[in-house]
């Protein structure tokens, strides 16, 4: 049997380690788009052929919310708010680049789905103790009633669906069947 106080310990130490994983990783996805690889003019050059245009604007957009949500999640500091960030990056990638099957390894959604709830239930049960949400007095203000889940989840849907609106521009497949 767990008493109150290990429960709160071992919730701490769960959602501090949840926290890490999704924030760094988020972090260094941003960081590669603008310092490795092709960076920011490779990525353009992609998110144009995926339908994101302009592909600059849409690379910069995505690379600093990547790198700002996952700062934020890793300390946790405004914690709903960088799930909302993570949720709405999921949304477009799962629109625009893993519309293949479920699987990954077939360019499938299984990870932009994983990922958006592992956010989603981060936002909604907050950060933890060991955080800057916990350290600045403002953890019951982000999570008490549903607030969090409602925040990361509302917010992250609309976010990521309001940019597919305005920026995803797929060029229309091209139609061989007629003459």
Do not use: C, Q
């Amino acid at each position: 049997m767990i008493h109150a106080a290990g429960f709160a310990t071992e919730f701490n130490t769960v959602m501090l380690v949840l926290r890490v994983v999704a924030g760094v990783t988020l972090f260094l996805h941003g960081y590669n788009k603008v310092f490795r690889g092709g960076k920011i003019e490779g990525t353009a050059g992609w998110f144009e052929g995926l339908g994101m245009k302009p592909g600059r604007l849409n690379a910069w957009m995505a690379a600093s919310t990547e790198m700002g949500a996952g700062v934020l999640l890793t300390v946790g500091l405004l914690t709903p708010f960088a799930a909302a960030g993570l949720i709405g990056i999921m949304v477009v990638a799962a629109r625009t680049d893993h519309r293949g099957s479920f699987f990954m390894f077939k360019n499938g959604w299984e990870y932009v789905m994983v990922f958006g709830f592992l956010a989603w239930g981060i936002g909604a049960l907050g950060p933890g103790e060991w955080s800057l949400d916990h350290a600045f007095g403002i953890l019951d203000d982000l999570t008490r009633d549903w607030r969090g889940a409602l925040i990361a989840g509302v917010l992250g849907l609309v976010a990521g669906i309001g940019t597919l609106v305005v920026f995803h521009h797929p060029e229309p497949a091209a139609d061989f069947g007629s003459s």
